[in-house]
């Protein structure tokens, strides 16, 4: 795999310090089902990196002395990890709002089949990828089989309440482009996953969100084999808006690798660009730790590179999909 942190460390991207903290990103491994092509963390079935018990219990120490609201959890698939019930149970009961940013087909894989009613037992959010309502564009992006597995897990949540009306239980899909090019405008593109998923497969969610893909790691590997790299970062680039800066993420959120190392961003993380940095972490340096945040004042600085131009291009793309 190809690294693409070179092209992207010298950056003109505008400074920006962190508002608040209202969420703990926790990054609990980078183990899959699926290897996909987009995948910024090059997740797969064969990683071994697992966020451990230690950890997780430091993260909701920490959690509790910052006064933080929210855990999002991602990966990687964050069920493969043997502590992911432990840490959404405690979560839960210290009243925390916990997100689980879900591959929905880790719901079929044999010996997964309890995921769907331990986060609806939960009140969990279920933020699912669906990264197109078409078959032949999900399993290019994703695998064969893909597409169906998803679907026919959405409709289990679906069974389980999730995305209805009055059931509290919110599921929103995730959109990610299948090539080198901006995700469509959010609330557009969210009519047409609303009305082609209900019609054809009477699947009801609450929201869309649309994220950019970021080019680094596997996705950022695949531009560089296709010769698109160079267009892609320009296509970023021409379409940054200063007023995208407001609500980008890393303002009011940091990101917990599995070791408990802290990052400004999912992003960052993969780049080895740690909380406030200016560059690449040098081996053998002191690297900011959950254990920072037990007694330390809120970091400010965010470490910014080439690759922030993603989360401000066009509408914008943040966790939380579309800024605009």
């Known amino acids: 795999m190809r690294d693409t942190w070179p092209m992207l460390r010298d950056s003109d991207f505008p400074p920006i310090r962190r508002d608040r903290l209202d969420t703990l990103q926790l990054n609990l491994g980078y ?15 064969h990683r071994k990196e697992l966020m451990d018990l ?11 002395r910052q006064s933080i609201g929210t855990l999002d959890l991602t990966g990687g698939s964050p069920e493969m990890n043997p502590h992911f019930r432990t840490l959404v149970s405690q979560a839960r009961r210290a009243g ?34 669906l990264p197109c309502y078409s078959q032949a564009n999900v399993d290019e992006q994703r695998g064969q089989g893909v597409f169906e597995a998803s ?28 090539g080198a090019f901006l995700p469509p405008e959010q609330q557009r593109l969210q009519a047409d996953y609303k009305r082609l998923l209900s019609d054809n497969f009477g699947i009801v969610f609450n929201q869309l969100f649309a994220l950019a893909n970021m080019p680094i790691q596997r996705y950022g590997s695949w531009l560089l084999s296709k010769g698109h790299f160079a267009a892609y970062m320009g296509t970023l680039k021409d379409a940054h808006r200063a007023d995208n800066l407001d609500g980008v993420m890393c303002r009011s959120l940091i990101s917990v690798d599995y070791q ?37 004042p809120l970091p ?17 793309s943040s966790c939380g999909g579309a800024l605009h």
């Open 31 to 45: 183990l899959c089902n699926l290897s996909c092509i987009h995948c910024h963390v090059a997740a797969g079935p």
């Open 54 to 64: 230690e950890t997780v219990e430091l993260a909701l120490q920490v959690a509790q």
């Open 96 to 129: 925390l709002k916990v997100m689980d940013r879900l591959n929905p087909t880790i719901m079929r894989e044999p010996g997964f089949e309890w995921v769907g009613e331990f986060l609806a037992g939960h009140a969990v959010e279920a933020v699912a990828s």
């Open 151 to 178: 679907i026919s897990a959405l409709q289990t949540l679906n069974a389980l309440g999730y995305g209805r009306e009055g059931s509290g239980l919110v599921l929103n899909l995730v959109y990610n482009p299948n």
């Open 260 to 296: 408990g190392y802290l990052y400004d961003c999912d992003f960052n993380q993969m780049l080895h660009l740690p909380l406030g940095a200016t560059d690449a972490a040098v081996p053998g340096q002191d690297r900011p730790h959950l254990r920072d945040l037990l007694d330390a």
């Open 300 to 316: 400010r600085r965010i470490a910014t590179a080439q690759h922030c131009y993603g989360c401000t291009a066009g509408q914008g």
